[in-house]
């Protein structure tokens, strides 16, 4: 591919004289932008640029200016620049990258640029990001606040955006597209020995590479994160055509044992009965590349998403009795082991030094394994999070985040067509699961039935859930309100069973949320149910009993979000197994919630859809002598818009009705009302915002 062969790696952070660095820099961000303008070179009617091959994706207008745009959006951000150079332009290419999922149509109408336009506006840009780095200060390291990690950041995203179009492109009718010597596709296909399970050795495996890495690096690289491997056995080459046509054949895509749900229901949504690539026509096979399309090349690597090579996994597994998964991120990293970059990409189809496509598996042997590296990427078991220790980038904080919610997967290993940071071993990238790459797999029999995964612990972002994970758990804003809300309640609570002499054998936590409370009061009771009517919340309380660490997003200021996390509570309060969270309709109870000596009813009131029927049914569950204890602000409408089921705060025959009233009316017959009080919670909307809500605490004794 003459220029474009061997790709240039991605600079250190630190070598070199400043200004030798500000050269490396200038050749790195222009041989980078040309490659990108060489790929969309292919591209031979203008009409091609507005086609969506890829129904669920823009089409490649967007990405022909979209990297350019990235450059003027981070320059603002970062201030390093004052003016925009087509505010149009740069609103329409900024952000709807990527599908965020397959049943996510979007039809808005977009008023795309012409080409020329974006081509004149590319030159612009172009001449910019030069004029800036032949005058910008350099120091080294490149730190990652300096305009020359934002440099650094334009090229590698540009990097990430040549690949993801190359597989666009290569969805596009070929008419549109110019066969091009240097995007040469290879030409061979050749017999493959059947492939073999190779044995690997136990051994523990540390992820992760420290902030002061010699390359740049994504957010979700830094950090560390620890594995220990047990033995395991990896297939020598990536799966073939060849061996995956075994699959098809044997019905793999009608047949829905081998498949997850979510697999059914992609293929139901997709229709597939062959991986993306494959075309058959008059029954011979055919393969579609990013310029031509050949008879199925037997020896090449299939090319799938990770529901189709997990389904493989599940068909290969019943066929040979083995437990065999896709590799973890850290099995890979065995595999990979530590040869040197460049040692690497010689002897693989990577960094487009070899072909503008896939070639035969048994072609670029690794020590062992062939194609531990490059070919295609490989789809992993590893769903992505952050590493211990992440942290997102100011000036890009959406580039990781939004994929630590469970249903991105890593690929590994990177693609012919992948340059820069993609190739360096501690890169991490993650698509959905449905998701088309020039990716496919290969496979490990684990000793174990299940695979050795990393425990996913991503950021919550539902703002209901971080409010309450906010309510309960943030420093509270104490000037406001003297002692903290969870605090004065578990005083008063505390007060109230002394006074009264309650037992402490069981306490019911209605309305738990996220679990404060019940922690609070573990070393009080013997046995705590807590319960909520959502699973969401008590997801992060059970997270918290175990002791791990519970993260969630809060809104900081405008669009922007901060990432923050709950301290681990401390062992006192996780020492009591009786404390159990379950979730549960406080209205609709178990027979088994019964006899507590206080039943603890936090915002079930205004929660509950039916408030009326929970309170005939508590009274049932408490003991003689026990106690109820209401914690409400009234505040029924925010729940509840039908007021049939309200105890109050409505007109009743014509007359007012307080919240505390209807409660009273409802109570009094059954309970003493022993004491009310007002607590004040302070929480915050965002950095510089707050919520003060102003709650009635009453405690009720069973007659
Ligand atoms: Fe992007």
């Given amino acids: ?53 890829e129904p669920l994706r823009h089409p490649l207008i967007f990405y022909f200016g979209h990297t350019a745009t990235f450059y003027i959006n981070k320059l603002m951000l970062g201030k390093f620049i004052d003016k925009r150079i087509n505010t149009k332009l740069e609103a329409i290419c900024a952000v709807g990258v990527d599908e965020m999922s397959w049943d996510d149509l979007d039809a808005t109408h977009y008023n795309w640029p012409s080409v020329n336009d974006v081509r004149d506006y590319r030159r612009q840009v172009s001449q910019l990001v030069n004029n800036l780095i032949d005058s910008m200060d350099i120091a080294l390291p490149i730190a990652k606040n300096s305009l020359a990690w934002i440099i650094l950041m334009g090229c590698e995203h540009e990097r990430i955006h040549l690949e993801t179009s190359s597989v666009i492109m290569r969805m596009l009718p070929l008419s549109f597209l110019t066969l091009n010597e240097q995007w040469k596709t290879c030409d061979s296909d050749v017999s ?232 360096i071993k501690s890169s991490r990238y993650a698509f959905r699961r449905h998701f088309t790459q020039h990716a496919g797999f290969r496979y490990v029999e684990n000793i174990s039935a299940e695979p050795p995964i990393e425990t996913l612990n991503p950021y919550e972002m539902d703002d209901n859930v971080t409010q309450y994970l906010e309510n309960h758990y943030a420093k509270p804003l104490v000037e406001f309100t003297g002692k903290p809300f969870y605090e004065a309640l578990v005083d008063l609570i505390k007060e109230s069973l002394e006074k009264l002499e309650i037992k402490t054998d069981k306490l019911l936590d209605l309305g738990c949320k996220v679990g404060r409370a019940s922690f609070e009061l573990s070393n009080v009771f013997s046995q705590i149910d807590a319960v909520d009517f959502s699973a969401a919340p008590i997801k992060h309380a059970v997270n918290l009993q175990q002791g791990k660490e519970v993260r969630y997003t809060q809104k ?8 923050t996390k709950v301290t681990p509570l401390p062992e006192s309060l996780l020492s009591n197994d009786n404390l159990i969270f379950s979730q549960g309709d406080p209205s609709n109870l178990k027979p088994k919630y019964s006899n507590y000596n206080v039943v603890l009813a936090q915002n079930v009131l205004e929660e509950s859809y039916d408030a009326q029927l929970f309170l005939t049914d508590i009274y049932h569950r408490i003991n003689q002598d026990g106690l109820l204890i209401i914690v409400t602000d009234y505040h029924f409408e925010a729940k509840q818009p039908n007021s049939s089921t309200w105890i109050g705060g409505k007109k009743i025959k014509g007359e007012n009705v307080t919240g505390f009233e209807g409660l009273s009316e409802r109570l009094l017959k059954q309970y003493n009302l022993i004491s009310q009080n007002d607590l004040i919670q302070v929480f915050s909307v965002d950095f510089r915002h707050y919520n003060l809500n102003k709650y009635h605490v009453t405690v009720w004794q069973k007659k």
């Fill in 1 to 53: 591919m003459n220029n474009l062969k061997s790709q240039l790696l991605t600079p250190s952070l630190n070598s070199l004289t400043l200004e030798d660095k500000r050269q490396e820099l200038k050749t790195y961000f222009n041989h980078t932008w040309e490659t990108y303008e060489s790929l969309f070179g292919l591209i031979n009617h203008d009409d091609a640029y507005y086609l969506k091959p």
């Fill in 556 to 563: 900081s200021e405008g669009e922007l979000i901060s990432f």
């Fill in 192 to 423: 493959v020995e059947a492939n073999s399970l190779l044995p690997l050795t136990s051994q523990t495996v540390i992820l992760g590479k420290p902030s002061t890495d010699d390359t740049f690096g994504w957010d979700n690289e830094y950090g560390h994160q620890t594995h220990h491997l047990n033995a395991f056995k990896a297939s020598k080459y990536l799966v073939s055509n060849s061996e995956f046509m075994t699959f098809v054949k044997a019905g793999g895509y009608e047949n829905k044992q081998y498949w997850t749900e979510e697999g059914e229901n992609w293929l139901a949504y997709s229709k597939a009965s062959m991986p993306r690539f494959w075309i058959v026509k008059k029954d011979i096979y055919y393969q579609r590349n990013l310029l031509n399309e050949i008879p199925l090349p037997l020896s090449w690597p299939a090319e799938v998403n990770y529901l189709e090579a997990k389904a493989f996994c599940h068909w290969k597994s019943e066929l040979t009795g083995l437990h065999i998964h896709l590799p973890s991120e850290a099995q890979w990293h065995v595999l990979r082991g530590d040869t040197k970059q460049q040692a690497h990409i010689e002897s693989a189809n990577i960094n487009l030094s070899k072909y503008a496509s896939s070639c035969p598996v048994n072609r670029y042997a690794q020590g062992d394994f062939y194609d531990v590296s490059g070919n295609v990427w490989q789809w992993s078991e590893s769903v992505i999070d952050g590493f211990d220790g992440f942290k997102v980038h100011p000036l890009y904080d959406d580039f990781s985040t939004p994929t630590f919610d469970g249903k991105h997967n890593i690929i590994l290993g990177g693609s012919w067509i992948s340059t820069g940071n993609e190739i």
